[in-house]
């Protein structure tokens, strides 16, 4: 008896040691914080053991088909883009040294808006900008309103910077008079076609991917209004096949697929509304798929994997349902990429829906960058631009909204830490080193 107290004794002071050992590693960032990190995205202790309860639950349920073996196309060799606002710049000098910033980060694309209510101001076929006050002596100026966005294509050109070309945005005079002035679609979907071949004719060869809309499956990006996939399918296809007109080699990217689980119907689950593109035969309507890719409130290294868990690999069920419906040889780009460090409440009480995208520090939204571009190039070859949101704003006028911090350089044009860490990331790309590990 007394053999078997001391030998429970032993065991409990080897289970307390061990657990002591766990914790003191954990909070020290050893060994055990590194597993748990990489497959939780979670860095704080307490949340990584909760997390990895969650992950184990993997094992329960059924994960997403990713017909990782099947080859996709059209490939790219240069994989890192960013989100620009080139045509809020209005000084020429400054679009150029943005995109020279851009190209020297080793940066391969831009996802850069040809904002159709900038373009055809008035009414159909009006491609005169009369705004502004150009040269400053009290009259409004009528200028080309193309103007800025052949500036735009020229400095790609001479800096060896790829466009997505991201097509939406329609003036009042296309909608419905009642959400006139909002994101909702056109009245008469011709209207957005004609704009759309009115972009592709006029910078032919020179730009060959164009993304239809923007998160087509939330309300506020269809016009305050609930979502319709059947509706979006056909604006797709009918801007697929008039492109394909424009250039049989112009790629076709779909909208940007939101993360969201809500199934309210003003918003829908990106899986659901998905299918239901499919059902509505958006199958033949589009070259590449587009998604958003935010970490939110973890990590890019989660591996938890749930219908209703929003995460970086939320991207992973939208491949799914791709698989299934015969689409596998397609790819995935990822249209915003980026974790959000935003400022404290102490640092600035001003800053609305603070948290609504969670809160890193500057130094995990440059390492978080760096490890998502690499696990998508580690682990997902079906994966193909991914567009860190955004590059800059030219002023700071959006400073209380928590989304303006994302941006990798301030309007002054100074670098945030994830620049640098995409510049060095790019370097060790072009070098051979695997500068993600």
């Known amino acids: 008896m007394r053999r078997l107290v001391l030998i429970l004794l032993a065991a409990l002071i080897a289970v307390s040691v061990a657990g002591g050992a766990l914790v003191v590693d954990l909070f020290r960032r050893g060994p055990a914080w590194q597993y748990l990190y990489d497959r939780t995205g979670e860095e704080n202790p307490v949340q990584q053991v909760y997390g990895y309860v969650s992950y184990l639950g993997n094992a329960l349920r059924r994960g997403p088909?990713?017909?990782a073996d099947v080859a996709t196309a059209p490939t790219v060799d240069n994989a890192l883009g960013v989100n620009t606002f080139l045509e809020l710049e209005p000084e020429p000098a400054k679009r150029e040294r943005q995109m020279q910033m851009i190209a020297d980060a080793g940066i391969g694309w831009i996802r850069q808006k040809f904002t159709w209510q900038d373009i055809e101001i008035r009414g159909?076929?009006?491609?005169?900008?009369?705004?502004?006050?150009?040269?400053?002596?009290?009259?409004?100026?009528?200028?080309d309103a193309w103007a800025k966005y052949d500036h735009i294509v020229d400095l790609a050109g001479e800096y060896g910077?790829?466009?997505?070309?991201?097509l939406g945005?329609?003036?009042?005079w296309s909608q419905r008079p009642e959400l006139a002035g909002t994101f909702a679609p056109p009245a008469d979907f011709q209207d957005f076609v004609n704009y759309a071949v009115a972009v592709a004719s006029r910078y032919q060869g020179r730009i060959r991917h164009f993304q239809i809309w923007n998160e087509p499956n939330l309300g506020l990006e269809w016009g305050n209004q609930p979502v319709d996939p059947v509706a979006y399918t056909e604006l797709l296809c009918r801007a697929y096949r008039a492109l394909k007109d424009v250039d049989p080699d112009i790629v076709v990217i779909s909208g940007a697929i939101a993360p969201t689980v809500d199934i309210s119907g003003y918003n829908m689950n990106g899986g659901v509304f998905l299918q239901r593109m499919y059902d509505a035969g958006a199958g033949g309507c589009f070259d590449i798929l587009a998604t958003q890719g935010y970490g939110l409130f973890s990590g890019p290294t989660d591996r938890r994997l749930h219908i209703t868990t929003i995460n970086f690999p939320y991207l992973l069920w939208l491949r799914d349902v791709m698989v299934a419906n015969g689409d596998a040889h397609k790819p995935i780009w990822i249209g915003e990429l980026a974790w959000n460090p935003v400022p404290s409440e102490s640092d600035r009480s001003d800053?609305?829906?603070?948290?609504?995208?969670?809160?890193?520090?500057?130094?995990?939204?440059?390492?978080?960058?760096?490890?998502?571009?690499?696990?998508?190039?580690?682990e997902w070859p079906f994966v193909g631009v991914m567009f860190y949101w955004f590059f800059k704003r030219p002023d700071n006028s959006e400073?209380?909204?928590?989304?303006y911090y994302f941006r990798m350089l301030d309007p002054d044009f100074t670098p945030r830490p994830v620049y640098d860490a995409i510049r060095d990331y790019a370097a060790g790309l072009r070098s051979g080193r695997d500068a993600g590990r």
């Open 351 to 378: 800053i609305v829906a603070r948290y609504a995208y969670g809160q890193v520090s500057d130094a995990q939204a440059a390492r978080y960058a760096v490890q998502a571009y690499q696990r998508a190039r580690d």
């Open 399 to 403: 400073a209380n909204q928590s989304w």
């Open 161 to 166: 910077v790829r466009i997505m070309a991201r």
């Open 124 to 143: 159909r076929g009006n491609f005169t900008d009369d705004r502004n006050d150009v040269d400053g002596d009290g009259q409004i100026d009528a200028i």
């Open 65 to 67: 088909a990713l017909a």
């Open 169 to 172: 945005t329609p003036p009042a």
